[in-house]
């Protein structure tokens, strides 16, 4: 069973509508099912993509009916809470590395690396700032 590690600007991508590349996060996930991969990411993942959506609410752009949807939704993308017992002091490393405001996209590199599996991401910042030393970390709007 291969692993791929999402990080949440991928899973969003499945719940909110209009989103850019919403297909393509769509074909990740029908992939990974089909290939009997297994989705990972770190244990704060659950947490970040229900802010998300929370936020979204707070901020009027989504109805309470829509955030249900969504909640729903995200409920039902399995994806495996994964962790490792270097993943902290690796991702700070990365952090450092690529001269990063916080930690949070780090850590999903930092468990993609210690795992041995690809990072797919949509955050295009973060894909710019690493994309040419973490050959592991993929652009969503690259996938195949």
Known sequence: MTERCVDASVVLKLVFKGEPHRA????????????????IAPPFFESEVDSA???????GTMTIAEAKRAYDGLDDVEVTIVSHPRMRIRAREIARQFNQRSVYDSI????????????????KQFYDAVKGKLKFVKFLPDYP
């Open 108 to 123: 999903y590199a930092a468990l993609a690396e210690l795992r041995i599996c690809d990072l797919w991401t949509a955050d």
């Open 24 to 39: 393509t996060a769509r074909r990740l996930l029908r992939d990974a099912i089909a290939n009997d991969d297994l989705l």
């Open 53 to 59: 959506v929370r936020k979204r609410v707070f901020e």
